[in-house]
């Protein structure tokens, strides 16, 4: 069972991280896991009509790439601002136990840094730019997810799921906003979920050509990491309840049969949810703030016998 974790956590790594290698996965020791990404401040779509914005980014995605390790590995981070790029910009990861002012400091435009953090604690954590304004670089689009898997792998406590989500919320900010009034929260514009309006919600957008999906009666195991620069996110499985919910996604966390959860900015919990195993039924996942839910904020979880086996397995935790 346990080599099945480590085959599959490997499987899952290789397949979701685009600059990573893997070191030797042995039975006592922990592995060194590499993670490049570069800074690029580019255009992106920022809703299903494929609108986009000039947003700053971690490989040219929002979120950036998913980086996912188990507790105890050495992260060894690499990050390379483009010399393209207009801004200094930086690395911290929440997962990282290191010096604010050495590992997380600005990196000019043409730049690389390199530092290593070993993933002491196992959860769900953000990263993020910590550049000034540090309001406008996480808005824009700079952060990203790390899940650290537990040393000790499933247990009763933290059973395996059948599929597993990632979901990161974010602001939008209207074009050409201040970094003064993007602090205050004066132009929000509209929510979004893995860097689109309404990303996975064909009822509110008919743009929108992806859902979430499962079968019925398996567990959807949903890592959720809240972006937002201000706002706490007020998450519910609309239809449903959470199972199980661990706050910061570590395993001793554990609460049973909530409705809705706060999460707070730069926050992340791991949140269990199991459809009825006698019908096809559809869960609306949302910022039950209703300026969030009807700015962007509603993810649909769509649970039939015809569930794409991909999704929400192999690595495929981010539907882009
Ligand atoms: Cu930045």
Redesign the pocket.
């Known amino acids: 069972m346990k080599s099945d974790y480590r085959l599959r956590k490997a499987i899952t790594a290789l397949t979701a991280i685009a600059s990573l290698t893997l070191g030797l996965l042995s039975s006592s020791h922990a592995a060194e896991v590499t993670v490049a990404m570069t800074?690029k401040e580019v255009n992106v779509a920022i809703n299903n009509a494929g609108e986009t914005r000039n947003m700053?980014t971690y490989d040219g995605t929002i979120p950036g790439p998913l980086v996912r390790v188990r507790q105890g590995d050495v992260v060894k981070f690499s990050m390379h601002n483009d010399a393209a790029n207009g801004?200094?910009?930086?690395m911290d990861f929440h997962a990282a136990r290191v010096d604010v002012l050495d590992e997380f400091s600005d990196v000019s435009p043409g730049d690389s840094k390199h530092y290593e953090f070993r993933a002491d604690y196992p959860g769900v954590f953000i990263y993020h730019?910590?550049?000034e304004s540090m309001a406008e670089?996480i808005s824009?689009g700079?952060y990203g997810v790390i899940i650290v898997d537990p040393a000790e792998g499933y247990s009763d406590a933290y059973p395996e799921p059948d599929r597993e989500y990632v979901l990161v919320q974010g602001d939008l900010f209207e074009e050409g906003s201040s970094a003064h009034d993007i602090t205050a929260g004066n132009t929000w514009e509209a929510a979004l979920i893995n860097g689109k309006v309404f990303h996975y919600d064909p009822v509110h957008d008919p743009n929108a050509s992806l859902a979430l999906e499962a079968k019925p009666g398996e567990r959807v195991r949903i890592f959720f990491v809240n972006a937002s620069i201000n706002d706490t996110a007020a998450l519910h499985p609309i239809a449903g309840i959470w199972d199980r919910v661990w706050d910061n996604g570590n395993p001793k966390n554990i609460s049973h049969g909530l409705q809705t959860v706060n999460v707070a900015p730069a926050h992340g919990m791991v949140l269990d949810l199991i459809p009825p195993a006698d019908r096809p039924t559809n869960n609306a996942i949302v910022d039950h703030r209703m300026k969030a839910a009807m700015g962007g904020a509603i993810t649909v979880l769509m649970n039939h016998e015809d569930a794409d086996p991909e999704k929400g397995r192999n690595g495929n935790l981010i539907l882009r």
């Open positions: 800074v700053w801004n200094s910009h930086s730019c910590g550049s670089h824009r700079m």
